[in-house]
C-alpha cells in the first residue's frame, strides 16, 4: 500500500503519465471529472493535457485505456485547443483502440472522431481513417469504414469529403475479409443516399454479383433526401433550425432545404480519377489516319475509341488529335469511319468536359456539314458527338458556326441544324440565351418553318418551341411578330411538349413561382447538369431555378417599342393582339376600298375628294378631318380612308391649304387607328415627296412621325430613308434626314436597322447638295449618341475634309447624353419606363459591332501562310507573320473564320525570337478588334497562351502580352477567361513574372465585375502560394488581389480553401484574409442603375465601362461609406474626390490668416508608426510605374496630420503653378523647420516622386531646386536616409536621370552625388545599378557614368553584391546599340581599372571578342595619360572627411541595419594595406625605395596615413580600433529583435554573421548562440538560407583565428577557447543536421572548412587541453555530419582538391593527407545511395585535373600507397554503379588527353573483374616495381625532359624543381653526363637553383604548417611553399580557376613590391603549358571579396613569418623579393621588426 499513498499525492496530469496502471486509471478518472467541470473553453488548465491526451487513448492497460478514452472525448468536446492534438489521437485511436476486443472501447474511439469532425477537424480525421484502411489488421479496416460512415450519415456530403472515399470503395470490395466487404456494403449505400447515381461510374468496374446486391440495397434507399443530422461548432444557426423543424414535428419549411440539399452536388465526372491517353496512343497512329487503306484508318480509330471511353481524361494538348478526327469526319469517304471518328470525338468531349471547349469550334462546323449524310447510325454518332460537345462550350461561341450553316442547301443539314439547336436550347436558361442570341437564332429558324420540305419545317418548329419555353414568351414573341396564327399555334405546342434539363422554367409573367423544382430529373442528368452548373454562374440547379422565377417580375429587355407593350395592354392603343393581324392585312382593290369609306364618311364628302374646284376639295377635307375625329378606333378602315386621301389628285394636290389638311388627316388617322403597315405604304411616298415642301414639310414630317408611332420607327424610317433616296430632290433627302435626327430622338435607336442608314447615309455625304451632306452629319451625330464611338469605324475610308467634319460633329456630342425616349415605348409600356429604354442601349452596343461589314480572310489564310508562319528560319516566319498582318489590315473588319492561323499564331507565342512574339502579341491585339465580340471562341487556345507570355523575362514582352489581354477582354468579357482551370493552370506555376502580372491583370479586372464563374474558386489555392511567394514582387500583387476575389468568392470560401494549406501558412494566409476582409470592396452596383447612368453618359455600356461604374460607385459608396480609403475600389471614386478638391481648395486660399502656424506638424514617432504600418503591409507599398490614384490618396491621408492644411491643399492641386507655390513655400521654411522636415522626410521624398511624373518642366526644376538645398541641410544636421525613405525615392529620382532636358539630368546627377552624403554608396549603388537597366539609353548612359564615379570615390567596395557581379553587370553595356552608353560602360570600367587593375579583366568575365578589342583599346588610351590614382585621392580628402562625418554620425544614431558586417571591415584593413601598396605600384618606378618610405610613415604617424586611406573603409576602420566597447551594445541593439527581425532579416543576419569572425572571443560566442538559436527553430531556420557560405566563411576564418593568434596567446585562458570551439562546432552540426541548408555551401567554402577541421584534429595543443579530447572527438562527429549532409558533389569536389593540395604541399603533414583520404573512403562508401544525386561530370573533371597533376607515374613515388589506391577505389566504385554510361560524364573535360582518366576508365570497363584484382595486387608490390620500370632508357628520358625544361625560359624553375625531385628520389642518379656539355654559367645556375629550393624547402616546412593554407601555384608538380595563395580562389560567379589566375595575382604582387615585371611580361604565359585557364584546378565559391580578402591576410602573415631567399627565380608564389640580393635578408629582418612594431601600436 505504501506505494499508493505514493502516487496519490501526485497532480492529475503526473498521475496520467504514472508507469502504474492504478495510478493512471485514478488520475483518468479525475481527469474527466475535471474536464467536465472546467466552464471556460479557453482555460489555461487545457494546455497541460496537450501532450497527454494521445497517451490516454493509447494507454497498454485495457481497463485505464478504456477511462482513458472517455476523458479524451471529454476533452476534445470541451477544450479550446483539442484541435491541436488531432492527428496524433487519431492515429493512436485507429491503430491502438480499433484493435480492442471490448466494444466499448471502439465506440469511444468512433465518439472521438466523430467529436473532432464537430470541432472543424473533419479532413484531418478523414485523413487518418483512410490511411487505418490501409491497416493489414481487418478489425482496424471494419472500424475505420463503420466511423467513416457513421460520420458520412451524421454530418453528411458537405463536411465529409466523397472523392478519396470512393476512390478506395472498389478496393474494399475486394477484400478476403466478408467483415470488410460487408461494411464497405453498407458504406456504400449510405453514399448512394447523398449522391445517388453519381456513384454508378466509380463502381462500375466490381464484381458483378456485388454490384448486383449492391443495385437491390440502392432500391430500397428512400427517396427523400437525405439531411445532416449533426452540426460542426460553426453551423450552430443550422443547428438550432433543424431541432426547431424536429420540433414542429413536420417538415415546416423543408423546402428550403430541399432545395439546397436534395440537390446532388456531386457529379460523378468529380469522383473520377483522370487518365493520361495521349501518350497511350498507338506510336504510328498519325501516319495510320493518314494511310490510304481504310482498314488501317479503322485500326487507328479503334485504338483511340477504346482510350477515350476512359470517363474521365486527363487535361492536355489534344490539338493534333481533334485535328486528325475532325479531318476523318469531314473528308473520308468510309461512312463507317465517319461514325467512328465521330464517337471518338463525343468520347474526347466526354472526357475533357470544359477542356475540351478551346476545340469545339474546328470541329462543329465540320460535324454540321456531314449531317449531309444519310445513314441512320452516322447521324447517330454525329448527334452524340455534337450534343457532347456542345457540353463543353457555350451556345454563344459556337453560334457563328451553327448560324452559317443554317442556309445550307441541303435539307439534312437543316433539319439535323435545327434539331441540334433545340437539344441546345434545352441546356440553356434564360440567362444563357440572351436576346442577342435568340435574335439570330429565331430569324433562322422562321425560315426553316417556311422551308418547302416538311422534315425542316417540323424541326424548326421544335426549336422555335423549345425557345418559347425555355425564355418565356416575353423574350422570344417579338421576334414571332410576322408568323401568321397557324404557325405560332403550331410552335406554342411544341413548346408545351418540350422536357428542359432544369426543370421547367418557362419565362412569361403568367408563370408563377412554382413550388419545388423538378429534383427527379435533375437528378437523372448528374452529368450535364453538373457541367451546366459553372456556365450558368450558379451553383445548383435548385437556386437557379429561384433565380429564373425572380427575373419574370423585371420589365421586358430590349424589347422593340412596339411589342415591348405586352405587360401594359391597358394602354390606349393595347398592340399586341390586334397589331398580329394588322400587320398583314392585304391590300384591298379600290372598289372595296370606296365601299368601307362610304360608310363612314358623309356621302358629300367623297364626292368633292376629286372636285376640280380647291375650294370644294377644301371643304371636303375639312369634313373629312371631322368625321375622322368623331371615329372609333375598332370601326375606322384606316387602309380605305388613306386610299379615298391618296385618290386623284392624291399626292399631286396643288393647293397648299388642301393639302395640308390632308398631311393633317393622315396623322390622325395613324394615331386614331389601327394603322397598318400596309396603310402606311399607300401614303408614305407622298409624304416623303411633300418633306421639303416649304409650306406642307411640317405637317408631312408630323404624319410621317404619327405613321411610325404605329408602324414602329424601324420599319417606317426605312422605307422613308429609301424612298427619299430614290428620288432626285435634294430638299426631300435633306428633309428626311433631319425628321429621321429627331425621330431618333424622340423614340430612342432600338430596332433600328443602322446597316441600312448608314449605306444611305453614305450616299448623302457623296451628294453634292451641301445641304444634303450637313443634314447627314447631322443625323450621324445623333446615331453617335446611342451607338458611340464604334460609329466612325464605318466611315474611316471617307475623304479626310469630310471625315474632320463628321469628327467635329462626334466632338461637339462628345459630352451629352441620349435624351430618353419620348415616343413609342414609353405611351405603352407601364412602369417599364428607363429600364425598357436601357436594355435597348445595351442592345444597340452590340449591334452595331453585329453590324460591321465583315471580310471572310479564312481562304487567305492559306497552307502555304501557316506553314511560313512555323518556319525553321526567323525571316521567313516574319514574312509570315507580316503578311498576316496585312490581311488583317486590309480586311479590317473580319469574320470569325480565320482556318489554321489560331494553331500557327499560337506557336509563335513561344517563338525564340522574341521580336516575333511581340510581333505574334500585335497581331492578336489587331485580331481582336478585327474580330469584335466573335474572339470569344478563341479565348481558350489563342488567349490563354497569350497570358504565359506574360511570364517572359522582357520587360516590353510582357507589357505588349498585357495590352493584348486587355484589348481581347474588352471584346470577350471576362467570363470566358474565368471559366474552366485555364487561368488557375497558369497561375500555378511558379514563374515571378507571370504571377505578378496575372495577378495585377485580375486585381484590375475583377472589381468591375458583377459576376464570375465559380471556376474562380480554382485560383484560390495558387493565390495562397503566390501570397508566400519567395518573390516580394508576386506576395504584393497577391495581398492587392485578395479583396477582390474575396468580393467575389466571400469569405467563408476563402478560409475554408486554407484548409490545405501548412499549419504556419495557414495562420499566415487566414490574418491577410481577415486584413482583406476589412478592405473588400462592395460588388458592382446592379446593372439596372448602371446603365441607366450610361445611357445619360457618353456612350453606352459597351464602351465605356470603367467610367460609368466609376461615377455610379463613386456616389454610392461615398454616400454610405465615407471610410473608402480602406476600401480599395481600385480607384473607382477618383472622380468624385478630385471634384471635391478643388470646390475644397477655393475658400481655403481665401483663408491666408492662417497661414502663420508652421507648415510641418511635429507627430512624435509619426515615421516610425508609417514604417511599421507599410512593413506589415497595413498600407500600399510605395512602389508603381505610374502613381495610381490609390497610391495619391493614400499620400494624402498621411500627410494630413503632419502637414499645414493650406499646404497640402497647394500640394494636391489640380493645377500645376500650385505646386510651384507649395514647393516655393517649402523652400522658405527649409531653414527654420528643420526637424519639421525631417519628421515628415518620408512623406515629402514621396510627394516629390509624384512631381517627377508630371510632365510640367518648371515644377521638375523647382522640385529639383528645392531637393538639392534639403540634401545639404540633411548633410549639415547628419541625417542618415532610412531604407524606407531610400527606396521610396531613388528609383523615382533615377528615372529622371534620363530626362531629355541638359539642365534637369545635370541637376539630377548633383542630387545624387549629395546623396552620397547621407545615404551610403554602396546601398546607392544598387538602386542606379537597377536603372541601367531602363529602355531610356540617356538613363543607361548616366547611370553608368553615375557608377563610375562611386567606384572612383569610394572604391571597389560600393560594388554591390559583388563587385563581380555589378561589373558583369556594367561590362554588358559595352556592346548596348546606343553609342552614349557604350561610351559610358566603356569609361566606367576604365575607372574601375584605374582604382582596380588588372583584377578587372577576371572580373568580368567573358566578353566577346569585339567589346574586349574595344574595352583594351579604351585602357590603352586611358593608360597613356599620367597616372591618376594618387592625385585623384588627393582631391578628394575635403568630401571624404564629410562623408567620414555624416557616417560617424550614423553610428551615433546606432542603426544595426546599417551596420556594415564586421567581416567585411577586417577584409578591409587588409584591403588598405592592399591600397596603400597600390596607391604607389603606379610611381614604383620613378621611386625605387617608396616600400620603405611607406612603412616609417605608417610607423611615425598613424593620423596622417589614414587620411591617405578611402573614405568609407577608413571610417570602417575606427570601428575594428575599439574592438569590443562599440561592438557589445550593437549585439544588445540586435538580439531582442532577432526574431521579428527588426531591420531587414537579411542585413541582421550579415551583422550577426559579422561578429562570428571577431577577434573578440565574448563577441564570437555570443553570435554563435544567436545563430544556433535561429537554426533550431524551423520556422525561422529558413531565414539563413542565402547566408551558409557566408556564415562558414566567418567559421572557418573564427578556426583559423584561434589556431594561430589564441592558441599562441600565454594570458588567454584555455577554458575559453574550448567554449568558443564547442560553440562553434555546436552551431555547426546544428547547421549540417538541416539538410536544405547543408547543401547550400558551395566547392570552395567546404574545402576550406574541411582544411580548418582537419587542421584542429591534428593540432596537437588542443589535445594537450583538459577537453581536448572531448573537442577532438566533437569534431570528428561534425566531420561524419559535413560529409553526410552537405552537397555531395561539393563536398567530394572539395576533398579531391584539398588532397591533391596536401600532396602538392610537401610540407603539409602525411596525416593531414591521410585524414582526407579517410574522409574520401567514407564518401565512397556512402556512393552506392548517393550517387543518383552526384554530379557526375564535375567529379570527374575535378580526377582529371587530380590524375594530371598527379601522373601514375608520380602518384607511385608517394610515401606512401594510400593515395593511388584512393584514387583507384573512388574509380572504381564510380564504374562499378555506372557502368560503361560513366564514359558519357567526361563532357566538362576540355583536353581527355592531358590525363590518364579515359584510358583508365576504358581498362576498368573492359577487364572489370579480372583486372581489378591485378590491379591490386600491382599497388601491394609497391615502390619496388616502380624502379624496376625505371630502366636506364627511361631515366635518360626523364632527365633529358627535365633540362629541356630547364634551359627554356618559360619554364626553368619547375625543370629545376623537377631535377630537385628527381635527385632526391634517385639519390645515385648521375647527372653528369647532361652537364658537362653545356656552358659554366648554365652549370653554376643549375646548382644554384637546386641549392636555392634546398634551403627554401627546408626553411619553410614549418611555416607551411601553421599557416594551414594549401593550394599549389602552378598546377605541376612542383612542391614549393603552399602559402603562396588563399584558398578561396573563385571568381565571383563560384566558376573555377585556372593557374594563369595565380600568375596574375603574383604579378600584381610583385608589382606592388615594386618589383620589375618586365622579365615576366616578356615571356609567353604559363598557360601553354598547362591546362586552359577556364580549368577549374581550385573551387571555391566564395566571392571576389573574400578570395581577395584571405590573399592579403596570407601577405599580412608573411611579411610577419617569410624568410625570403635573395634569389629573384626562387619558386615561392609571391614576389616579394626586394631589388638587391645582398641587402635582402637585413631587409626581411627589418621589415619584420618593423610590422611587429605596427601591430602592437594598434593593438
Known amino acids: 500500500m505504501g506505494d499508493d499513498s505514493e502516487w496519490m499525492k501526485l497532480p492529475i496530469d503526473q498521475k496520467c503519465e504514472h508507469k502504474l496502471w492504478k495510478a493512471r486509471l485514478n488520475g483518468y478518472e479525475e481527469a474527466l471529472k475535471l474536464f467536465q467541470k472546467i466552464d471556460d473553453e479557453k482555460s489555461p488548465e487545457w494546455s497541460k493535457y496537450l501532450g497527454l491526451i494521445k497517451k490516454f487513448v493509447t494507454d497498454s492497460n485495457a481497463v485505464a485505456q478504456l477511462k482513458g478514452l472517455e476523458a479524451a472525448l471529454a476533452y476534445v468536446e470541451n477544450a479550446h485547443v483539442a484541435g491541436k492534438t488531432t492527428g496524433e489521437v487519431a492515429s493512436g485511436v485507429v491503430n491502438k483502440v480499433f484493435n480492442q476486443p471490448k466494444a466499448r472501447a471502439k465506440e469511444l474511439g468512433e465518439d472521438i472522431c466523430l467529436m473532432y469532425i464537430e470541432i472543424e477537424k473533419g479532413e484531418a480525421i478523414q485523413e487518418e481513417l483512410l490511411k487505418g484502411l490501409d491497416n493489414k489488421n481487418p478489425k482496424i479496416i471494419v472500424a475505420c469504414i463503420e466511423t467513416l460512415r457513421k460520420a458520412l450519415s451524421e454530418f453528411g456530403s458537405k463536411i465529409i469529403s466523397l472523392k478519396p472515399i470512393i476512390k478506395v470503395l472498389p478496393k474494399l470490395f475486394e477484400s478476403r475479409e466478408k467483415a ?31 454490384l448486383k446486391e449492391l443495385e437491390e440495397e440502392w432500391i430500397k434507399v428512400s427517396s427523400a433526401a437525405p439531411k445532416q443530422t449533426r452540426f460542426l461548432r460553426s453551423q450552430q444557426e443550422l443547428k438550432a433550425k433543424f431541432e426547431q423543424q424536429q420540433g414542429l414535428g413536420g417538415d415546416a419549411d ?6 439546397e440539399e436534395a440537390v446532388p452536388q456531386v457529379d460523378a465526372y468529380e469522383l473520377l480519377e483522370a487518365v493520361e491517353i495521349l501518350s497511350k496512343l498507338p506510336k504510328d497512329f498519325y501516319e495510320k489516319i493518314e494511310a490510304k487503306k481504310w482498314q488501317e484508318r479503322k485500326e487507328a480509330l479503334e485504338a483511340v475509341e477504346l482510350l477515350v471511353k476512359n470517363p474521365k481524361l486527363e487535361s492536355g494538348d489534344y490539338a493534333d488529335l481533334v485535328k486528325a478526327l475532325k479531318k476523318v469526319v469531314g473528308k473520308d469517304t468510309n461512312v463507317m469511319l465517319v461514325a467512328l471518328a465521330a464517337k471518338c470525338l463525343a468520347g474526347l468531349a466526354t472526357g475533357l468536359r470544359k477542356k475540351f471547349g478551346q476545340y469545339s469550334g474546328h470541329v462543329v462546323p465540320t460535324i454540321l456539314e456531314k449531317f449531309k449524310e444519310k445513314k441512320p447510325q452516322v447521324v447517330q454518332a454525329l448527334q452524340e458527338a455534337i450534343d457532347a460537345i456542345f457540353l463543353t462550350t457555350t451556345l454563344q461561341n459556337i453560334s457563328e458556326d451553327i448560324l452559317a450553316v443554317m442556309d445550307n442547301k441541303n435539307p439534312t443539314i437543316k433539319q439535323q441544324t435545327s434539331l441540334f439547336i433545340a437539344r441546345s436550347f434545352r441546356h440553356c436558361t434564360p440567362s444563357t440565351l440572351p436576346k442577342s442570341l435568340l435574335k439570330p437564332f429565331c430569324a433562322a429558324l422562321l425560315k426553316h418553318i417556311n422551308d418547302s420540305a416538311p422534315e425542316v419545317r417540323d424541326a424548326g418548329f421544335e426549336a422555335l418551341g423549345t425557345a418559347l419555353k425555355v425564355a418565356g414568351e416575353k423574350a422570344v414573341n417579338p421576334f414571332l411578330a410576322d408568323v401568321d396564327k397557324l404557325k405560332l399555334d403550331r410552335i406554342k405546342e411544341c413548346a408545351e411538349k418540350v422536357e428542359l434539363v432544369y426543370g421547367k422554367k418557362a419565362g412569361g409573367a403568367a408563370e408563377k413561382k412554382e413550388g419545388k423544382p423538378i429534383t427527379g430529373k435533375t437528378a437523372a442528368l448528374p452529368g450535364p447538369a453538373g457541367d451546366k452548373e459553372t456556365k450558368d454562374a450558379a451553383t445548383k440547379p435548385g437556386p437557379l431555378k429561384k433565380a429564373s422565377a425572380v427575373k419574370v417580375g423585371v420589365p421586358p429587355k430590349k424589347g422593340k417599342p412596339a411589342t415591348a407593350a405586352g405587360t401594359g395592354g391597358a394602354g390606349p392603343k393595347g398592340k399586341k393582339g390586334p397589331e398580329t393581324k394588322e400587320i398583314f392585312e392585304s391590300e384591298l382593290s379600290i372598289e372595296v376600298c370606296e365601299e368601307k369609306a362610304a360608310a363612314v364618311l358623309p356621302a358629300s364628302c367623297i364626292q368633292q375628294l376629286d372636285s376640280g374646284n380647291w375650294k370644294e376639295r377644301l371643304a371636303c377635307m375639312e369634313e373629312f378631318q371631322k368625321a375622322v375625329e368623331l371615329m372609333e378606333r375598332s370601326e375606322m378602315p384606316c387602309q380605305a380612308l388613306v386610299r379615298m386621301l391618296a385618290k386623284k389628285p392624291g399626292w399631286k394636290e396643288t393647293n397648299f391649304q388642301v393639302m395640308q389638311m390632308k398631311l393633317h388627316i393622315v396623322a390622325l388617322i395613324a394615331q386614331k387607328g389601327n394603322f397598318s403597315k400596309t396603310s402606311a405604304q399607300v401614303v408614305l411616298d407622298g409624304l416623303v415627296d411633300k418633306v421639303g415642301d416649304v409650306k406642307c414639310g411640317t405637317n408631312a414630317k408630323e404624319a410621317m412621325t404619327a405613321i411610325a408611332e404605329a408602324c414602329q420607327l424601324p420599319w417606317t424610317a426605312e422605307q422613308v430613308v429609301a424612298m427619299a433616296f430614290s428620288q432626285k430632290n435634294p430638299k426631300n433627302q435633306s428633309e428626311t434626314l433631319n425628321w429621321l435626327s429627331n425621330a431618333i430622338k424622340e423614340f430612342g435607336f432600338s430596332g433600328l436597322n443602322v446597316k441600312a442608314f448608314i449605306s444611305n447615309v453614305k450616299t448623302a455625304l457623296a451628294a453634292t447638295n451641301p445641304a444634303v451632306r450637313t443634314s ?5 451625330g445623333v446615331m453617335y449618341l446611342y451607338v458611340g464611338p464604334s460609329l466612325r469605324m464605318f466611315f474611316e475610308d471617307e475623304k479626310p475634309a469630310l471625315l474632320s467634319q463628321i469628327d467635329a460633329e462626334f466632338e461637339k456630342m462628345q459630352g451629352q447624353t441620349a435624351p430618353a425616349p419620348t415616343r413609342g415605348i414609353s405611351r405603352h409600356s407601364v412602369g417599364g419606363g428607363d429600364d425598357g429604354e436601357e436594355e435597348e442601349q445595351e442592345e444597340v452596343g452590340n449591334d452595331v459591332v453585329d453590324l460591321l461589314p465583315r471580310t471572310d480572310i479564312g481562304d487567305k489564310i492559306t497552307a502555304e501562310l501557316v506553314s511560313k508562319i512555323g518556319d525553321k528560319n526567323w525571316k521567313i516566319r516574319k514574312e509570315g507573320l507580316d503578311e498576316v498582318t496585312s490581311i488583317i489590315n486590309e480586311a479590317k473588319f473580319i469574320q470569325p473564320n480565320i482556318g489554321e492561323l489560331p494553331a500557327a499564331l499560337k506557336g509563335r507565342l513561344n517563338d525564340s525570337n522574341k521580336i516575333l512574339v511581340q510581333q505574334t502579341l500585335s497581331i492578336l491585339q489587331q485580331l481582336a478588334t478585327a474580330m469584335g465580340p466573335n474572339i470569344k471562341q478563341y479565348v481558350k487556345n489563342l488567349g490563354i497562351p497569350v497570358i504565359t507570355v506574360l511570364g517572359d523575362s522582357k520587360n516590353n514582352v510582357r507589357a505588349a502580352a498585357l495590352a493584348t489581354v486587355n484589348a481581347w477582354a474588352e471584346q470577350t468579357g471576362m467570363k470566358e477567361w474565368l471559366e474552366g482551370e485555364d487561368l488557375s493552370e497558369e497561375l500555378k506555376k511558379e514563374n515571378p513574372f507571370l504571377r505578378q502580372e496575372l495577378l495585377g491583370w485580375l486585381a484590375e479586372k475583377l472589381p468591375a465585375l458583377r459576376s464570375v464563374p465559380s471556376d474562380l474558386l ?22 492587392d488581389a485578395l479583396p477582390f476575389f474575396m468580393m467575389h468568392l466571400g469569405f467563408e470560401k476563402m478560409a475554408k ?33 448602371a446603365s441607366s447612368r450610361v445611357v445619360g453618359g457618353a456612350a453606352p455600356a459597351k464602351f465605356q465601362p470603367a467610367s460609368a461604374f466609376a461615377d455610379d460607385l463613386g456616389s454610392n459608396t461615398m454616400e454610405s461609406k465615407p471610410d473608402l480609403k480602406k476600401a480599395k475600389a481600385g480607384g473607382l471614386s477618383s472622380k468624385t474626390k478630385v471634384q471635391g478638391k478643388k470646390v475644397l481648395s477655393k475658400p481655403s486660399l481665401k483663408e491666408d490668416d492662417d497661414k502663420s502656424g508652421p507648415i510641418f506638424i511635429i507627430v512624435p514617432n509619426g515615421k516610425e508608426q508609417r514604417m511599421r504600418e507599410e512593413k506589415a503591409l497595413k498600407v500600399l507599398k510605395w512602389n508603381f510605374t505610374t502613381p495610381r490614384d490609390e497610391y495619391i490618396e493614400q499620400l494624402k491621408t498621411q500627410m494630413s496630420t503632419c502637414v499645414a492644411k493650406w499646404l497640402q491643399d497647394e500640394m494636391f492641386h489640380a493645377d500645376f503653378q500650385h505646386h510651384n507655390k507649395a514647393l516655393s513655400v517649402m523652400i522658405e521654411h527649409l531653414e527654420s523647420e528643420k526637424d519639421g522636415v525631417i519628421s515628415c522626410l518620408d512623406l515629402i521624398l514621396k510627394w516629390l516622386t509624384l512631381r517627377f511624373f508630371d510632365t510640367n518642366t518648371s515644377v521638375l526644376m523647382k522640385a529639383l531646386e528645392y531637393l538639392k538645398l534639403l540634401f545639404n541641410l540633411l548633410s549639415q544636421e547628419e541625417y542618415h536616409l532610412t531604407e524606407n525613405e531610400a527606396s521610396s525615392f531613388i528609383p523615382y529620382l533615377i528615372l529622371k536621370v534620363g530626362e531629355p532636358k541638359d539642365v534637369i539630368r545635370k541637376d539630377v546627377r548633383a542630387i545624387l552625388n549629395r546623396m552620397c552624403l547621407i545615404y551610403p554608396a554602396s546601398k546607392m549603388f544598387p538602386f542606379i545599378m537597377e ?38 553587370e556594367m561590362a554588358t553595356h559595352i556592346g548596348d546599340r546606343d553609342n552614349t552608353v557604350r561610351n559610358a560602360a566603356l569609361n566606367t570600367i576604365v575607372t574601375v581599372y584605374n582604382v582596380h587593375g588588372d583584377q578587372v579583366f577576371k572580373l568580368i568575365g567573358n566578353l566577346s571578342e569585339k567589346d574586349m578589342s574595344m574595352l583594351e583599346e579604351r585602357i590603352k588610351r586611358s593608360a597613356k595619360r599620367p597616372s591618376t590614382a594618387p592625385v585623384r585621392q588627393a582631391e578628394e580628402k575635403p568630401q571624404r572627411t564629410q562623408s567620414i562625418s555624416a557616417n560617424a554620425s550614423m553610428m551615433r544614431k546606432g542603426q544595426a541595419e546599417d551596420m556594415s558586417s564586421k567581416l567585411k571591415i577586417m577584409y578591409r584593413t587588409y584591403r588598405i594595406q592592399n591600397r596603400n601598396m597600390g596607391s604607389h605600384s603606379e610611381t614604383a618606378h620613378t621611386v625605387p625605395r617608396e616600400f620603405q618610405l611607406d612603412l616609417d610613415e605608417i610607423e611615425n604617424d598613424n593620423g596622417t596615413v589614414r587620411c591617405e586611406m578611402p573614405a568609407l573603409v577608413q571610417h570602417k576602420l575606427d570601428d575594428i580600433f575599439e574592438p569590443v566597447l562599440i561592438p557589445e551594445p550593437k549585439i544588445r541593439a540586435v538580439s531582442p529583435h532577432f526574431d521579428d527581425m527588426h531591420s531587414n532579416t537579411a542585413s541582421t543576419i550579415n551583422f550577426v554573421i559579422s561578429q562570428v569572425a571577431s577577434g573578440d572571443i565574448n563577441t564570437s560566442i555570443q553570435a554563435l548562440t544567436q545563430i544556433d538559436e535561429v537554426l533550431k527553430q524551423e520556422d525561422k531556420a529558413e531565414a539563413m538560407s542565402g547566408h551558409i557560405d557566408q556564415f562558414l566563411i566567418a567559421t572557418f576564418m573564427q578556426l583559423r583565428l584561434i589556431y594561430n593568434t589564441h592558441m599562441a596567446d600565454e594570458k588567454l585562458d584555455k577554458d575559453e577557447i574550448v567554449r568558443l570551439y564547442s560553440c562553434i562546432i555546436g552551431s555547426m552540426i546544428t547547421l549540417f543536421h538541416i539538410e536544405s541548408l547543408a547543401r547550400e555551401a558551395s566547392t570552395g567554402v567546404l574545402k576550406d572548412l574541411m582544411h580548418g577541421l582537419i587542421t584542429l584534429m591534428l593540432d596537437s595543443r588542443v589535445e594537450d587541453l583538459e577537453e581536448g579530447e572531448q ?37 603539409s603533414s602525411p596525416k593531414f593527407s591521410e585524414l582526407v583520404m579517410k574522409c574520401l573512403w567514407r564518401m565512397v562508401r556512402l556512393l552506392p545511395e548517393t550517387i543518383n544525386s552526384i554530379n557526375l561530370d564535375r567529379i570527374l573533371l575535378d580526377i582529371h585535373i587530380f590524375m594530371k597533376v598527379f601522373p601514375k607515374e608520380k602518384l607511385k613515388q608517394c610515401k606512401s600507397e594510400f593515395p593511388i589506391r584512393t584514387l583507384k577505389t573512388l574509380l572504381h566504385t564510380l564504374c562499378k554503379l555506372k557502368g560503361p554510361k560513366i564514359l558519357d560524364h567526361l563532357t566538362m573535360i576540355d583536353n581527355k588527353n592531358e590525363s590518364e582518366l579515359e584510358a583508365h576508365l576504358c581498362r576498368l570497363m573492359k577487364h572489370a573483374m579480372e583486372q581489378s584484382g591485378k590491379a591490386d595486387k600491382d599497388t601491394e608490390k609497391g615502390a619496388s616495381r616502380i624502379e624496376e620500370k625505371a630502366s636506364k632508357a627511361k631515366v635518360n628520358d626523364i632527365l633529358a625532359e627535365i633540362f629541356k625544361k630547364i634551359g627554356s625560359k618559360e619554364n626553368t624553375k619547375e625543370g629545376l624543381a623537377e631535377l630537385y625531385e628527381y635527385k632526391k628520389k634517385y639519390s645515385d642518379a648521375d647527372i653528369e653526363p647532361f652537364l658537362k656539355n653545356s656552358s659554366q654559367f648554365f652549370q653554376s645556375y643549375v646548382e ?8 627554401e624547402r627546408e626553411g619553410k616546412g614549418r611555416i607551411a604548417t601553421s599557416t594551414g593554407i594549401s593550394p599549389q601555384m602552378e598546377g605541376t608538380c612542383v612542391p614549393a611553399s603552399t602559402h603562396t595563395v588563399s584558398s578561396s580562389i573563385g571568381n565571383t560567379n563560384g566558376e573555377e580557376v585556372g593557374p594563369s589566375v595565380y600568375l596574375e595575382r603574383l604579378k600584381i604582387l610583385r608589382q606592388r613590391c615594386g618589383l620589375d615585371n618586365a622579365k615576366q611580361e616578356d615571356r609567353p604565359p604559363l598557360t601553354s603549358l598547362l591546362s586552359k585557364p577556364t580549368l577549374p584546378t581550385v573551387a571555391s565559391s566564395t566571392d571576389m571579396l573574400h578570395s581577395k580578402l584571405s590573399q592579403l591576410r596570407e601577405s599580412r602573415e608573411q611579411y610577419q613569418h617569410l624568410d625570403l631567399d635573395s634569389n629573384q627565380t626562387h619558386s615561392s608564389g609571391i614576389g616579394t623579393t626586394l631589388a638587391s640580393p645582398s641587402s635582402a635578408a637585413a631587409n626581411i629582418d627589418d621589415l619584420k621588426k618593423r610590422l611587429e612594431r605596427i601591430k602592437s601600436s594598434r593593438k
Open 180 to 210: 470488410v466487404r460487408d461494411e464497405a456494403k453498407l458504406l456504400a449505400v449510405e453514399i448512394y443516399r447523398w449522391i445517388r447515381d453519381a456513384l454508378r461510374p466509380p463502381l462500375q468496374n466490381i464484381n458483378s454479383v456485388q
Open 254 to 259: 423543408g423546402g428550403d432545404d430541399d432545395e
Open 776 to 780: 447627314a452629319i447631322t443625323l450621324l
Open 1018 to 1039: 480554382l485560383c484560390v489555392p495558387h493565390l495562397y502560394s503566390c501570397l508566400e511567394d519567395r518573390n516580394g514582387d508576386v506576395r504584393k500583387k497577391a495581398q
Open 1057 to 1089: 480553401a486554407t484548409g490545405k494549406l501548412k499549419p504556419t501558412s495557414k495562420d499566415q494566409v487566414l490574418a491577410m484574409l481577415e486584413k482583406a476582409k476589412a478592405n473588400m470592396p462592395a460588388k458592382p452596383a446592379p446593372p439596372a442603375k
Open 1331 to 1368: 536603372g541601367t537597366k531602363s529602355k531610356n539609353s540617356k538613363q543607361r548612359a548616366e547611370c553608368l557614368e553615375e557608377l563610375g564615379c562611386l567606384v572612383e570615390s569610394y572604391g571597389m567596395n560600393v560594388c554591390q553584391p559583388t563587385p563581380g557581379k555589378a561589373l558583369k
Open 1671 to 1707: 573537442v577532438i572527438r566533437s569534431v570528428n562527429l561534425l566531420v561524419v555530419k559535413v560529409l553526410e549532409k552537405s552537397d555531395q558533389t561539393n563536398i567530394l569536389s572539395a576533398l579531391l582538391v584539398l588532397l591533391q593540395d596536401s600532396l602538392l604541399a610537401t610540407a
Open 1888 to 1895: 644554384r637553383g637546386l641549392r636555392l629550393i634546398e634551403t
